[in-house]
């Protein structure tokens, strides 16, 4: 649940700690876990979950219901007797801050091929039931992605629309010869989702257990290149060849001078309304099977979402249209109930978007990067005066820093004056009543003190660390999710001041 009075951290597991290229499913996530329980954590924040593509973005996934199985524990395969103590400890060394994704997704696949063979040959007979029944019991989605998988991977990674047309507009006849062809690769896929599930199930067990919950990231639109729309091209704006007529962004903002060209096709939103939603509600529940609560990305555009041209090189050029997010809602509360959700609500948000938001009781979000700007406006005053109904966050994986915010030169942003850069400082130092050597914990002391029904802060503004540790810089298509963190940086010394912090705001 997320609140009343609850705090926690927002770390994607490819941040975690350990020795195989990339944070996994295993035991740096179950340490993960312990420490939160001793830092007096209730919420873990991850972002989605899904398997990514050209950019390596969660945000850009291959998938909207598939896990991404490049976090599946090489050490667990290992005691299941999937993988043999030898090809685990032969891993090649790689760096332990980044993850150095060229690198590492080949490596890690040539590990997960082998797991897979080994099933095949020799998983005992209780471990295939339970793929049995996974498999079954997710059909759904699984057959569909598992096809996908294997054809892309057939085709070297190409585009969906760059097959051959058959398979691009899923002839049945095109289709039943490929799966016919291909089957080894797609039971292998399947085996890999069936591991995901298996160790994040773990994940979930462990974090009950801590009375710690996990709150998902669900992205409001999903990748061209994805399973989801090949399967469903009639749910999107596509022209007669599969690509996107208009596409997803934002306008021009604090992150970009020329708004945020994002690329994802747009919701064609008359064919979801004809068939009750129906995909929408599937994804809501797959997400809601994954997560304990759930963020939803860019929660204005269930009120209307910027229009882009395919054409436009910016996303300067582009239109509000309308969505109907009160009937989608309207829908997923009656099949699935009452769930919690935070409606991500930064950015350009216009008084229809506030009252839809009240109006479904989602709590919104606050970034206090955002409390100190030039000129102080009423949508962003400082933590302690935010109303209950919102999450309070000091950054989010879209910001620098807290320490990069802080001591990043004033010229740094060309779109920002340095002065007022100074002035945003100054009033910091002001409202938080201090020097800025500590800015990361003058910050998370404000969140843990609001009146927020959740405080959240990105494991980076917790270790105080610079811009080095960013996850995220919008607009910039390269080296971007791949921060780390080392296990010793996580010292006593922080678990015990942010414990300390906060059971002295009540937020146990």
């Known amino acids: 649940m997320v609140g009343p009075r609850t705090a926690g951290i927002l ?20 340490d993960w876990l312990a420490a939160l329980s001793r830092m007096r954590q209730r919420l873990w924040q991850v972002l989605p979950l899904g398997p990514t593509g050209y950019g390596d973005s969660p945000y850009q996934s291959l998938s909207t219901f598939a896990g ?5 524990s090489f050490d667990r395969l290992r005691d299941a007797g999937l993988l043999d103590a030898d090809a685990v400890d032969a891993f090649p060394r790689f760096p332990d801050d980044r993850v150095d994704f060229g690198a590492v997704i080949p490596a890690r696949r040539t590990i997960l091929h082998r797991a897979a063979e080994r099933f095949v040959r020799a998983a005992p007979d209780g471990l ?11 059909r759904g989605w699984l057959d569909d992605w598992c096809l996908f998988a294997a054809l892309k991977e057939h085709f070297d990674g190409r585009p969906w629309v760059e097959w051959p047309e058959d398979l691009a507009r899923r002839d049945r006849a095109a289709l039943g010869l490929a799966a016919a062809r291909l089957a080894g690769a797609i039971e292998r896929e399947r085996l890999l989702q069936f591991f995901f599930h298996e160790h994040w199930e773990a994940i979930r067990d462990a974090a009950r257990s801590r009375a710690i919950a996990i709150v998902g990231d669900l992205p409001i639109f999903v990748a061209h290149d994805s399973a989801d729309v090949w399967c469903h091209p009639e749910l999107f704006h596509l022209d007669a060849a599969g690509r996107p007529t208009v596409v997803a962004g934002v306008p ?8 945020q060209l994002w690329g994802n096709p747009l919701y064609r939103w008359e064919a979801h309304a004809a068939d ?30 910027w229009e882009i041209p395919a054409t436009a090189p910016t996303a300067a050029t582009g239109r509000w249209v309308e969505a109907p997010g009160r009937e989608l809602f309207a ?12 409606a991500e609500d930064l950015g350009l948000i216009t008084p229809d978007v506030e009252e839809l938001r009240q109006e479904l009781g989602f709590p919104g979000m606050r970034v206090l990067q955002f409390g100190f700007g ?6 962003d005053p400082p933590a302690d005066d935010d109303p209950a109904d919102r999450v309070v966050y000091t950054g989010t994986h879209d910001n620098d820093t807290a320490r990069g915010w802080y001591d990043s030169p004033p010229d740094a942003n060309p779109a920002r004056p340095a002065d007022a850069v100074e002035r945003e400082r100054h009033r910091a130092r002001v409202r938080l009543a201090s020097d800025g050597s500590e800015i990361h914990w003058d910050l998370i ?23 080095e540790a960013r996850m995220n810089t919008p607009g910039r298509a390269w080296g971007n999710w791949a921060w780390r963190f080392r296990g010793e940086q996580l010292t006593a010394a922080i678990e015990e001041r942010l414990a300390r912090l906060t059971v002295a705001a009540g937020r146990c």
């Open 11 to 30: 770390l994607h597991p490819t941040s975690l700690p350990g020795r195989y290229g990339i944070g996994e499913l295993g035991t740096e996530a179950h």
């Open 68 to 72: 991404n199985t490049l976090v599946v």
């Open 128 to 138: 295939r039931r339970a793929a049995a029944a996974f498999a079954e019991r997710e």
């Open 252 to 259: 021009p903002d604090y992150f970009c001078e020329d708004g």
């Open 276 to 305: 009750g939603f129906a995909w929408w509600i599937e994804r809501l529940r797959g997400a809601f099977s994954r997560f304990d609560a759930l963020r939803v990305d860019h929660f204005r555009g269930f009120a209307a979402a």
């Open 331 to 342: 829908v997923a509360r009656r099949v699935l109930g009452d769930r919690p959700i935070i």
């Open 374 to 379: 030039d000129p102080l406006g009423p949508d």
């Open 445 to 467: 002391r404000m969140a843990l003190g609001s009146r927020a029904r959740a405080a959240l802060y990105p494991l980076q503004d917790v270790l105080g660390l610079g811009s």
